[in-house]
Every structure is written in structure tokens, then in C-alpha cells.
């Protein structure tokens, strides 16, 4: 069967998966859906003995129909790979009663290389596949790891550019460094003055700019987008779910069949989309637990049904979720409203011209796989410090959002199946925040001795990611206002009027 996919507004056009790598976003300013979401045509018994790289190519296979069989495996293969820590790619731990899935094993210590580390060859081989010749220029906006994530994967793949927005004040010290320490002559980075909803938005506007579109296109130059709105990162992740399903039942932890939970520290929703879809391909999962900080958006919009962004942007320690517009849910909608695209851009006009839209109670009863959660900056201390103590297992500050609020929803539920938390990033990016809630008294030391400091708390080696950024010369010191996006564009790509 051949896949196609169309935008969530325009319910008319439709382009292969390889297009819809190539473009990011549409042109109508929405986002690519597959048309319909395939069913997995393998058995939980076949996927419970496969590798992560069979798993990949059993359910991208589905998704990306277009791509040959080679050049799929070729991608996985490029990918997934010694960059990773671990032959596994992404091991499961068990940590009290709950099934951590370390998604951070990759180059950048984040969960983002799952997806970045194999979008770079998926857009290469659509370059190929459509006969483009220009040049691509991936603009992208970061809440700090997927800058990173996206530099690693891009530096240095011929025909292409990278540049990187990121909030100056917005991201963790270890973040920042691996950014701006990035090697690649390709590579641009730049911290704005202003917070990641003004990037995404500013990047988003970049991509709406048919003026701008237009003399990039004289110049050699068209854009494409690694973040999470690329449907090339999002089918990427819909595998490690179904792995994590399957090696569950490897590990006779679970019945076939048995359904399960799963938690997901969110921001932008592209991982627990993710996870929606896995559910969709048949994957047993009952509930998904969408797990905010502070900027809870999201946990009011599932209890509400009102998406209302205009509020305090909290700066918190979990800085890949300070997120207010939560791009991905836009596919959620678009479902919602039962695929109806005219329903869905109305709605997000409304965000866009006011901030906020409701949905319907019909569309809002289709929510009910969902279920809301927060964690305050104290409760995601207390979960870090707490776990330490009771299991000597130390998780980041993204991670402990979500076991907080899988925590308690199980106490509140009593809803006793078995939960998978989406583990997200490795502590060491966020030493700071880890070690001072296992002890204030980490707080006297500089970055790097804490860093020596984890290593003897939590016993697992310091990454390469970490030792790479050390020493590192600084390579990159651009800066510039959220309304000069545009021109810092221009002149790092040597378009000038
Ligand atoms: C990006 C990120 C998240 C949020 O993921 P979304 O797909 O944007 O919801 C959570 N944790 C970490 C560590 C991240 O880097």
C-alpha cells in the first residue's frame, strides 16, 4: 500500500513521505498526517526477538512506503549505530514498580537523537528521491536538546546547512555549551533574546515567508525543518514504543496482550504523539499520561478542553518542556475533529490571532486515551531526591516530571497496570538541578566538579557527550532580537538585499 500524506488544513492535496520530509511543514502552515494510520503487520511475537533495527524497519516500512527497502535500511543502519552507548539503542530499566525507557543513550544524551540521528538520512535520500538540487537549510528552533541533537545529526552531510535558535537565557549550562562548542562548517547557532515560543514562532514564520522563499531559492538555497513537526521525526519515534512493548514481553513482564500505561514528560507532544500512534498501530496501551511542569497548558487543556496559552512563561528545570504552544497537539486536533481540516485551521487561527480556542464536547470526548497530569518544581525535586534514596537510581529533571505524575496518578486511579515512563534525557545534562535535589549542598560547586560529583552518586560513567564539551573552544557567539530573525538568516546564508 502506498502511504500519502496531507496537511491538517488543507484537506485537499496530498504528497508522499519523502515530500513531506523534504518540506517540514506545508504550505498552509500545517502540519503532514498520514492519510490513515497503519495497523502493524507483524505479530508482538515476531517484534519480541527483534533488534531495534528490525523493529525500525518494521514500522517505518509502514509509514515512509515510498522509501525502497534499501534505502530505509541503509538509513536505520547509518543511525543506529556506535553513536548509540548501548547495542539496545534504548533499554529498558525497572526502577521500583515502574519500567523506564532510557530513550537518551544517543550522541547527545537526550531522547531527541532517536529521531535526529536518522532524519538526516531520511532527508538526504527524499533530496535524492525528488531531485532536488538546491541546497537544504534546516532552520530550527531549541528548548536546548533538539539544537544539539539536530547539529550532531546535520554537521557535516554534504548539501546541507543548519542553524539554531535557542532562548539565551532558557537552557541548561551543560545545553548551552554543546551548542555552541559544535564543529561543522556548516553549522550556525544563535541565542535569542526571548523565550522558545518566540523562537518556534519566529522559525515558523521563516517558513511562511514566501518573499524570503523566494530569494533563498535564486540563491540555491530551501528550507526544511528538523523540529518535531517534521513527520520524519515523528514516525522515528513511534518505534521505540512498540520495542519497548515487545522487550516487555521478552522479559515475561507482561501477557501478550496486556495492556499498559504509559507516562510522557511533554512540550511540544511530538513523544507522546508518538506513543498515540503506537497505540493506534495496535500497540496494547491504555492510558497515555501527558506529564507538564509548570507551564501545564496542556494539563488544563485536557481537563478543560480549552487550549489557553496567554500566561506566565515559567522558567523551570526542566527547560525542553518551558512550553506554551505545543506545536504537535495540532495533529491531535485535526483527529479529534474527525480529520476535518477547515474545523482544525479555524481553531488554530483562533491561537494564533487570541491565543486560546475550545473544542467541541464531541472532540473532546475522542480525549479520553489521554490523561493529564503536573509536577511542581518542588514535587520534580522531591521525586529525583526520593527515588536516590529509596532506589539508588538517579533521573533527570525531565524524567522526574513524568514519574511524579505517574505516580500519582496511579495512587489517584488505582488503576494498577503496568507503566512505562519515557525517560528523556540523561542527568548529566541537567547536573545542577539533579545533584542539588539529592543535596543542597552540591549547589557551592562549578559545573564540571559537579558533573564528577554524579558520577560517584549514580555510579554510570560519565557520557562522551559530556566529556567532549570539557574542554572545547566556543565556536559560535552569534546573538540577536526575536524581530531580526529574519536578517541573521540572510546574512549567515550570504543573502543580502
Ligand atoms: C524535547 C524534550 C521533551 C519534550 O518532548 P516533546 O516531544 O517536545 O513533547 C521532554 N524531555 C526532554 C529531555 C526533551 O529534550
Redesign the pocket.
Known sequence: MNLLYKSTRNADKTVTASQAILKGLAEDGGLFVPTELPKLDVTMNELKTMSYQETAYAVMKQFLTDFTEEELKHCINSAYDSKFDTEVIAPLVKVGDTYHLELFHGATI???DMALSILPHLLTTAAKKNNVTKDIVILTAT????GKAALAGFADVPGTKIIVFYPKNGVSKVQELQMVTQKGDNTSVVAIHGNFDNAQSGVKALFEDKELEKELSEAGYQFSSAN?INIGRLVPQVVYYVYAYAKLLENEEIENGEEINVT?????????LAAYYAKQMGVPIAKLICASNENKVLFDFFKTGKYDRNREFVLTS?P??D?LI?S?LERLIYTIAGQDAKKNSELMEALKKDGVYEITPEMKEKLSDFEGGYSTEEETKETIGGTYKSTGYVM?T?TAVAAHVSRAYRDASKDQKKMLVAS??SPY?FARSVMTAIDEKYDELEEFALIDELEKVSGVAIPNAIEEIRNAQIRHTKECDVDKMKETVKEILGVEE
Not at 143 to 146: A, C, Y
Not at 266 to 271: Q, S
Open positions: 537526550a531522547f531527541k528548548s536546548g536538546d533538539t518535531s510522557v514528560p511533554t512540550g511540544n507532544f511530538g513523544n507522546i526542566s525542553s518542556m512550553i505545543s504537535n533527570d525531565h528523556t534525557a545534562k
